[in-house]
């Protein structure tokens, strides 16, 4: 057999392994692709060999060979083979090229699922380890489906290793399964305050992840997250939460009051920049969030900007960009802050950096003014002409077009200026903006009427000088600015100085070249020009002009009409015969002009780019109903409607509505003026325009300056520079003519000695120069306001949009594993017994084991099923409680106005409207010395627990003081269960968690630790077996006990067939199964192996809660050894105190302070002699064992509160003084009371 | 989430290639090949940061990226993850390679690509960082790979002797990747913890 091993191992050393196919790869440089062919023959063989250690290898080879881009999914199926192998080192092989290339569409994916969840379970926690990282890679909606229970039940494992990555890939799982997120929240929430910092992180990561997509449900967390945030130390933790915050504070103003101290605070503490960073950015989303003007917050966005300006300043480049990128966030609320460092952004854009350069470009959009407008892109298309690659000069380009056009060319007082740059800038080469420049050409010309004549005559330039724009081939996407160009000046032909030298221009040969779309423009144009031009001349009755201009077009057109395009060929042909029939009437001497002119009247109008979409469709109109009847399937075939017209631009067709009437049309006017006066800039530019200064014509543009040394300068062109100057020039004069006029109204208004205010120039005092009409865009009637969502249909995160605070329904279930056919019984690993005898033997075993744990994998998912069950009802249990939170919600804050509609929302209501609650002196202490944080969250609860805030604070306490509890008894459940194997001691574990607990509930300084208390206490002891038990109340049904019930097998042999079973009472019976009879025992649903202990639950129902209770009971069971099996009991006693019948529940000092005025209680009292204790722990073991929480406590007195599961109130009030314990009760059940009373006396007796 | 990891020489090779969204082979390497075109002609003395949102997914996605010597790690990731912090989470990737392989270079990421995605694998999963302490992430990789060795045993043993005996005529060494000389400037981060 060893010689079969090495024999093997021999032949294996001979096959290439991955470092010989690399060197291989490496030596044959030049025929790279025929080498590793024939390597992948190779492990095509090797694949087809019964080793799996032969398979691993070619599996390893094939990853390295997906890399460098070869398809291997043909051998998914072996890697499955290879990730099923019993050994780490082949398994990881198989998961990591499982992960590299399996993904949805694989279909042997569906046959891993056992083998996963195998490894999920396997006491190895590396197996469990790869088998998570590889799910995390192509887990699909079957996977997620059927391995969130599994992975739910590992987020409690008690390696943190194993933990942190369970809780990751439940992220993935929810994106798959998004019906798993609301089974699996409440746990998940529970690991962010997990132990280990590794599970924390990953928690903070997952739940950042959920947030950031749909931040509304996760708001409740809020004050969760705002305790970690100042008990953090990690940066990874609190650069995530501080993210996590930026998102949700859009949504929760109240949320970002609270926030901007402590991360100011952050900001000023913190060495990282990484955490700096991000700080700023959350408070900037603050601010944002909040509406502006108040006081206090101009100090933080102050804060903000001098943070970012070092942030720039820096030589790092990194923090440069960082802080550029954060700058222009602040830009878009608070422009003012950020102008001011202009200076220091326009230096950024001599950047040698690109990726700074464009955030600095980002940030000028934003900074414009009126007043700066012309110097910026003065200075920017300096940088045009500077910039080498195409990537940057097209990105100048559109964001001088941006920052121009923006907000509806706000800042542009000068048309001119503006027409002259976009002329400038159709001297770019190769530039894809073409169309961009176009496009602003013909929006400025159709909606600015006062530049409509200079906008043509510099169009009719370009036209002109086409030639230069189409010379060279590359730079074709220039070529539509002469689309713009042609129909601009056929549209306003009026202007034209000389519009037959433009026809000329647009019928050239040359023109034939362009793209069929202008080319259709310029034939209709020139349609548009013809008519001009005849008109003009028969004003003029110059008959003989007019038909040589009939002449020109009959001569020029049939070069169109040949062409291929259709919309060319069509339109010059009609225009071509309309042009021979005119020629016809005007040899026959008939005006023609007039009529020619009526084919192009009525004037258009721009249309809202949205103006479609928001047409209402009429009442009673369907637009899916058939008009006829519908046709027979064979014959829709044929008929295709004719899309011939659709595709024709609306541009081209002019629509004239003639047949609106005169009403419509006044009302319609109406409405324009009304819109037009909501128009802040319409409003401020037409009146005072008007009497200043008369705008510079076209006869002021400095035709003189060519320069011709430039080939790229279109000669002709105004250079827009001179625009600068010239409007200097205009504010001074404007500045002098209005000082004068003030000097004047001064005069005049003497008299009433009104001093008039001659401050520096404001942004308002500058008028624009011409009288801008800028023509709102049309809008149909009775459009609907209502804004399309651009969300995407298709976006995995919309499937997680799940309200988590709804409580869980009973259907709301991880999907269980139930007894279903195996899917794969891997023929690897039978291969591997096959090849490896040695491991046969072993094998059996296993496979006894393997299944041992199927069952007891089934049993902790039943167990996890009740516990859910549990779950849902704490949850629910949290309803009436708000109640009272209500109450003192409603007095102590008048503000919350609306009631809170859920016990969570209410918290969280209560938690935003408190006073900024975090003092200075503790996130400083927390954030600068980590050995502060690191002692626990205790000492966090302890530092909050200052006198003066002890009201505020004490909600937010006493809650999550129960939620630990919660949390800490669910994490010694599953302890328990991981560490069967081990004698693992319950009670040490116990006291732990009591310990905890009661520092929390006893609200206290830093005073000595607590003794370690547990709950269970010992019910029954043979030498099998050993029963400790806690008895609950249920938070749910008033008259149900909960029982858990621990049994540790303390024997060296196996115990099964337990049954438990209880002699019932007139007042508390045993709650058995439909069916079974009054005195059937109940089935432990579990066996125990020797040394394991594991935990049953059983429910009581009770009558009477204001008595104690035993019931008797038995214990069977088979105690089976390998020679024989015997059959055992064993007796107990059941004793439910009235202690158990009490449900720890927060209460506060209003609401105490009202029950006990009330009257209906009764009191009675209880004084305790030579108690030895710290008065807290006296505290903590009231808490602990009797199910009490603090109310408030003021030095060694306290007043306590807890509620039985019927409803009844108890109070306490304890006070201590030298080894004295008097305890005042009231309750409004005495014998409830007395009873308790004896109780705790009894607990206090005992130690 | 980071959307994908990619390391490639200064001639655009892939060492190491790590998708968190399936893509087809083609598609991987044209990814590969564009973002190295666009990381390769950026100067030493830039931002690690560039906007490669057309590559994978939307324009929500960055490129944050660290030259070392001869290679390029690129990190793709989306605006959930802090610049700062990836760039430092590329240095402790760096620093953990440098210590388990002892003295990184170009040729152990060549040869040992599966080692170098076993350590990754314990810093980032699924496209979330799941540790960032380097110790924590050194003792887990080398947990395993005792593991692999206690499982190779005596049957291994030949299979080393060969591999060893094959390493022998290797090329020569070429230069590291050198973090130790190269002064990394990581701006005043504190090593997170």
């Given amino acids: ?1247 | 989430m980071i959307k994908a990891i990619l390391i490639f020489n200064n001639h655009g090779k892939p060492r190491l290639s790590k998708f968190y969204e399936h893509y087809t082979e083609d598609t991987e390497q044209q990814i590969i090949r564009e973002t190295f075109h666009l990381v390769s002609k950026r100067d030493e003395n830039v931002c690690n940061f560039l906007e490669g949102g057309l590559l994978i997914g939307g324009s929500d996605n960055k490129l944050i990226y660290r030259h070392y010597a001869t290679l390029y790690f690129v990190f793709c990731v989306d605006s959930s993850e802090s610049e700062l912090g990836i760039l430092d989470l590329i240095q402790v990737f760096v620093e953990t390679l440098d210590k388990c392989f002892e003295n990184v270079c170009e040729l152990d990421l060549i040869f040992h690509m599966d080692k170098v995605h076993n350590i990754l694998a314990e810093m980032v999963m699924g496209g979330m960082v799941l540790e960032t302490n380097m110790s924590e992430i050194i003792t887990q990789a080398e947990a395993q790979s005792k593991m692999e060795k206690s499982e190779a045993g005596i049957a291994g043993a030949p299979a080393r002797a060969v591999s060893a005996v094959k390493n022998m005529n290797l090329p020569e060494m070429p230069k590291n990747i050198n973090i130790g000389d190269i002064s990394i400037k990581v701006p005043n981060l504190p090593s997170f913890k």
Avoid at chain 1, 55 to 83: H, P, R
């Fill in chain 1, 1 to 1247: 057999m060893a010689l079969k091993i090495v024999k093997g191992s021999i032949d294996r050393m001979f096959d290439k392994n991955l470092q010989d196919l690399v060197r291989g790869i490496r030596n044959h440089k030049e025929d790279e692709a025929k080498y590793i062919s024939t390597c992948i023959d190779e492990i095509k063989q090797e694949l087809k060999q019964d080793n799996i250690a032969v398979k691993a290898n070619a599996v390893c080879k094939l990853t390295y060979l997906q890399m460098l881009g070869y398809d291997v999914s043909w051998a998914a199926f072996n890697i499955v083979e290879v990730m099923s192998s019993s050994k780490f080192t082949y398994k990881r092989i198989g998961y990591l090229a499982a992960s590299q290339c399996f993904h949805e569409g694989t279909d042997v994916i569906m046959l891993t699922t056992n083998q996963i969840r195998k490894d999920l379970s396997s006491p190895n926690q590396y197996d469990t380890g790869v088998a998570l990282t590889g799910l995390s890679c192509f887990v699909t909606p079957d996977l997620a489906r059927d391995l969130a229970n599994d992975i739910m039940t590992l987020m409690s494992h008690t390696k943190p290793y194993i933990r942190k990555k369970a809780v990751l890939i439940m992220y993935k799982v929810f994106l798959k399964y998004p019906e798993s997120l609301r089974p699996a929240f409440p746990r998940l929430k529970e690991k962010l305050e997990d132990p280990d910092p590794g599970v924390q992180s990953a928690a903070v990561n997952v739940i950042c992840e959920l947030a950031r997509r749909n931040p509304k449900n996760y708001l409740s967390l809020a004050p969760l997250f705002f305790k970690l945030m100042t008990s953090s130390t990690n940066n990874w933790v609190l650069i995530k939460i501080i993210k996590l915050f930026g998102a949700l504070t859009p949504l929760e103003p109240r949320l970002g009051k609270k926030l901007i101290e402590p991360l100011t605070n952050l900001i000023h503490s913190t060495s990282a920049m990484s955490l700096l960073y991000e700080c700023v950015n959350t408070v900037i989303a603050v601010l944002i969030s909040l509406s502006s003007g108040m006081p206090n917050h101009s100090a933080s966005i102050q804060l903000c900007v001098q943070k970012l300006r070092i942030l720039i300043e820096d030589s790092d480049q990194n923090l440069k960009y960082l802080g550029l990128l954060a700058m222009s966030k602040i830009l878009k609320t608070h422009p003012k802050s950020v102008q001011s460092h202009k200076d220091l952004i326009l230096q950024c854009l001599d950047d040698k950096d690109e990726s700074i350069r464009l955030r600095a470009l980002d940030l000028l959009y934003g900074m414009v003014s009126k007043k700066n407008l012309m110097e910026i892109v003065k200075k920017l298309m300096l940088h045009v002409d500077k910039a080498e690659g195409t990537t940057y000069r097209d990105e100048l380009l559109t964001k001088i077009i941006d920052i121009c056009s923006q907000s509806n060319y706000q800042y542009i007082t000068n048309f001119e200026w503006y027409i002259s740059i976009l002329v400038e800038l159709t001297r770019l080469e190769g530039t894809r903006h073409g169309h961009l420049i176009a496009s602003q050409m013909l929006d400025v010309a159709i909606r600015v009427k006062a530049i409509r004549a200079f906008a043509v005559a510099q169009m009719a330039t370009l036209l002109d000088n086409a030639h230069l724009l189409t010379g060279n081939t590359q730079r074709n996407g220039i070529c539509e600015v002469l689309y713009a160009a042609a129909w601009i000046c056929g549209e306003f032909a009026e202007h034209l100085e000389d519009p037959m030298l433009t026809l000329e221009a647009m019928l050239r040969p040359k023109v034939a070249t362009l793209p069929g779309h202008i080319q259709a423009v310029y034939v209709q144009n020139a349609a548009k020009l013809f008519a001009t031009v005849l008109q003009k001349h028969e004003g003029e009755t110059d008959s003989q002009a007019a038909q040589e201009t009939s002449q020109l077009l009959i001569d020029r057109l049939p070069l169109f009409v040949q062409s291929a395009n259709l919309e060319v060929q069509e339109r010059a042909s009609c225009i071509l015969q309309l042009v021979k029939y005119i020629q016809k009437l005007q040899q026959k001497n008939v005006e023609v002009a007039e009529e020619v002119t009526a084919l192009f009247a009525g004037e258009l109008n721009p249309v809202a780019p949205k103006a479609q979409k928001k047409v209402p469709i009429p009442e009673g109109l369907d637009l899916d109903a058939w008009i006829n009847e519908p046709p027979s399937e064979s014959e829709s075939e044929d008929e295709k409607p004719k899309a011939v017209f659709a595709k024709e631009e609306p541009k081209h067709s002019r629509s004239r509505h003639t047949e609106v009437d005169e009403k419509e049309l006044a009302r319609r006017r109406e409405a324009r003026k009304q819109e037009q006066a909501n128009n802040p800039f319409y409003i401020k530019a037409s009146p005072s325009s008007q009497k200043v200064y008369d705008a510079p014509g076209v006869e002021h543009i400095p035709v003189v300056q060519i320069d011709l040394s430039v080939p790229l300068k279109v000669p002709g062109m105004p250079m827009s520079d001179q625009y600068v100057k010239l409007e200097e020039e205009r504010r001074q004069k404007e500045k002098a003519d209005k000082k004068k006029k003030e000097k004047k109204k001064k005069r005049e208004k003497r008299g009433k000695g009104r001093k008039g205010d001659s401050g520096p120039e404001s942004e308002e005092d500058i008028t624009p120069a011409h009288h801008v009409d800028i023509v709102t865009e049309e809008m149909p009637e009775n459009a609907l306001p209502s804004d399309d969502d651009d969300k995407d249909p298709n976006d995995p995160h919309k499937a997680l949009d799940i309200d988590l605070d709804k409580p869980l329904a009973d259907s709301e279930k991880l999907p269980v594993r139930t007894h279903r056919p195996e899917v794969l019984k891997s023929p690897a690993e039978d291969r591997d017994d096959n090849t490896i005898p040695q491991e046969t033997k072993k094998k059996s075993s296993k496979d006894k084991k393997e299944k041992k744990k199927d069952k007891e994998k089934d049993r902790k998912r039943s167990k996890e099923d009740k516990k859910k069950k549990k779950k849902h009802k704490d949850v629910e249990e949290e309803l009436p409680e708000s109640l009272p939170e209500e109450v003192v919600q409603s007095e102590e804050t008048k503000e919350v106005a609306v009631p809170p509609t859920s016990a969570d929302a209410s918290d969280l209501d209560f938690w935003l409207s408190s006073a900024p609650v975090p003092p200075v002196a503790q996130v400083v202490t927390v954030s600068s010395s980590a050995a502060a944080a690191t002692v626990d969250s205790s000492s966090a609860a302890a530092a909050e627990s200052e006198p003066e805030e002890l009201k505020d604070t004490e909600p937010d306490d006493t809650k999550s003081s129960k939620h630990k509890k919660k949390k800490q008894k669910k994490e010694k459940e599953e302890k328990e269960k991981k560490k069967k194997k081990r004698h693992h001691h319950h009670h040490h574990h116990h006291s732990d968690a009591g310990a905890e607990d009661s520092v929390q509930n006893g609200t206290v300084e830093d005073e000595e630790p607590l003794p370690p208390m547990s709950n269970y206490s010992l019910l029954a002891e043979n030498s099998y077996i050993k029963m400790v038990c806690d008895i609950q109340g249920n938070h749910q049904d008033e008259s149900k006990v909960v029982v858990s019930v621990i049994f540790e097998n303390k024997s060296d042999s196996f115990l099964k067939s337990m049954e438990f079973n209880v002699l019932d009472s007139l007042n508390s019976k045993l709650q058995r199964p439909d069916g079974a009879g009054p005195h059937d025992g109940l089935t432990v649903p579990f066996q125990l192996p020797p040394g394991v202990s594991n935990e049953a639950r059983f429910v009581f129902s009770v009558q009477s809660i204001v008595m104690p209770q035993k019931l008797k009971g038995t214990l069977t069971f088979i105690v089976k050894t390998d020679e024989s099996s015997t059959h055992e009991k064993l007796d107990f006693k059941l004793h439910f105190t009235c202690t158990s019948y009490l449900i720890t529940t927060p209460c506060y000092s209003d609401a105490y302070a009202k029950l006990l005025e009330s009257g209906d209680l009764k009191g009675s009292s209880l004084r305790l002699e030579g108690v030895n204790m710290p008065f807290h722990h006296l505290l903590a073991r009231i808490c602990f064992h009797h199910h009490f929480s603090v109310v408030e406590r003021i030095d060694s007195c306290a007043s306590m509160y807890s509620r039985s599961i019927q409803g009844h109130h108890v109070c306490l009030l304890v006070k201590s003084s030298d080894q004295t314990v008097s305890i005042d009760a009231k309750c409004d059940e005495p014998s409830l009371l007395g009873n308790v009373l004896d109780e705790i006396k009894q607990t206090f007796s005992k130690c």
